[in-house]
């Protein structure tokens, strides 16, 4: 694609959408090119590149083994929490994706099928999302911090025929046994996968079902390579369940010929990385990040990925990131905030960042949350790159705003504390306040994308479109509602300042309020509750739990506090970090009853609030205050 300023490249793909992403389909190869770039179903859904054929995972490996690039590394896995570092070509990965796949075909997985792959970080989880991608079955990966009733919920709305894990994670020196509560997921489950397929780990070897699960090793040795399928641009390549303003997630769909074409040209536009260049991302396979920047979008360019099953800290030190750079060659890093919160916090100085040569790392990225002018001002002052906050969703698969440092005037816009920067071209942004009017420079409102939002973008809700139009398209229409709120600047910087609905976001992974809901209000004592993100100096917001016992209870706070941090922890997962929850003796509510979410939060954070009109009896603030102000540290 040709090489176009910031401004020309995001003015012709808002008005001449249909050029722009012709010219960047260009760069990906396809068995048949699209028909047409962009157009509207009858109901009104837009489609990108109908009539495109090509196959993902084809495009991720072999594409550059047929180009003589099979013996570049194609993965490397970096697990301090095993002491392992291991690598494969683009030719290796074929080679073992070809297998597993045709492993998958002999279980009765075809184009369509869904397979879920619960997983630690071990390459067995990207080879199992490729192999999925390899024969057009669906994937759907469940982060592995998940417990086993969220992991049978996605089991049941995704139906898959084969469920792929291993027999434990390691997170930090503990080893967690997957098995178990994989095993508690399928009987809690009632759509029953005919197969699981288990990386036996020798940290701790699980017992296996006979007839229903196999062992990895053994059934990827004795399968068949299996050929790529030929898929529609428009099929789906994976399914990611995400956190919506209700206790159900959404299970967001992506495409084949979009997500191709998006990151694609993600890749060197906004990240810099061209074929041979070393990506890291350090997520994890389960969310959004892993899936577009661990796998697909570094594979589909032809560099390297690193996997890395570790932390920031602890594994072994605060000098783990700085190690993992030096030691691979990392040209662009990408992780979240709280992961160098963590590392600032013990190593406040970097002075561990001594030991290791990085001068080989040219762009510093951070996004899953809003990254603190603090840690800003301290990255700036600690790396020699830019340190570029970009913004992005699950639902979006790839960033709306960011310093893009592939345009003709990269070095033109230097990047601002508190801003992730411009709209990416495809990303027709606005600030609109509750009743749709745009608002001008610096006033903070509801963001929102214009339709239609770019390749790559969410396509559907698995199983219930409706929902996609209501949950997105419903209170702008015409605009995609993204939840978060915030405003432009003078100069067109954006800034994104939280999310409006009932979403927060706890160490950069996100939880909706009436997921954590559902398990608080299900223990015997509880009548009613609510429960709030609120600010945390390492977590970016961590959850508060606000209950109502029922009349005639006299349970003891604190050991009350301590089964529902037990139940969220059994429920939901420990990644939840809900460890505080509070007995109030009324909710504040509006007159119909919704409760003031919003205005706790902000009580909580010592936040100014104004009273809603609406609120059924303002002394509650108060209520709410004294409890607050009274509370225990958490435990
Ligand atoms: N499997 C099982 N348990 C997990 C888990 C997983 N994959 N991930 C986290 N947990 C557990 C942790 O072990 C911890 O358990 P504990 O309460 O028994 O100690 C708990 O969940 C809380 O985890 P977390 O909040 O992640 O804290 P941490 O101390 O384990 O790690 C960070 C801190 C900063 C390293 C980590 O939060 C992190 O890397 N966050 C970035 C997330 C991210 O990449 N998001 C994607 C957007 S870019
Ligand atoms: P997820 O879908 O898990 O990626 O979470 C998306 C949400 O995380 C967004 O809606 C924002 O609320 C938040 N988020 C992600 N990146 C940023 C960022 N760079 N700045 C501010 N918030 C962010």
Redesign the pocket.
Known sequence: MKIRTYEEAYRLSIEDPGSFWREAARDIDWFEFPASILDEDSNGTIRWFRGGKLNTAWLALDRHVQAGRGDATALIYDSPVTGQILSWSFAELTERVSRVAGGLGDLGVSKGDRVIVYMPMIPEAVIAMLACARIGAVHSVVFGGFAAPELAVRIDDANPKVVLSASCGIEFQTVIPYKPLLDEAIDLATSKPAHTVIVQRPQHEAPLIEGRDLDWDAWEASSEPAHWVEVDAWDPLYILY??GTTGRPKGVVRDNGGHAVALNYSMDTIYGCDAGDVYWAASDVG???GHSYIVYGPLIKGCTTVLYEGKPVRTPDAGAIWRVIAEHGVKTFFVA?TAFRAVKKEDPDATLKRRYDISCLEYLF??????DPPTYEWLKATVHTPVI???????TGW?I?ASMVGVADADARQTRSGS?GFPVPGYDLRVLDDNGNELGPDEEGNVVVKAPLPPGTLSTIWGDHQRYVEAYGSRYPGFYL???G?YRDADGYVY????VDD?M?VA???LSTGELEEVVAAHPAVAECAVVGIADEDKGQVPLGLMLLKDGVNADPAELESELVQMVRRRVGAFANFKRALVVPRLPKTRSGKILRQVIRKIADGQPYEPPSTIDDPTILEEIQTALRERRPPP
């Open positions: 995400t956190s969310w959004v990040v905030p951070v996004a899953g949350e809003r990254l906050d970009h913004w992005w969703q699950t639902e960033s705003c992730p993204t939840g978060d915030g994104i300042m939280g999310r979403v976001n950069g992974h996100r």
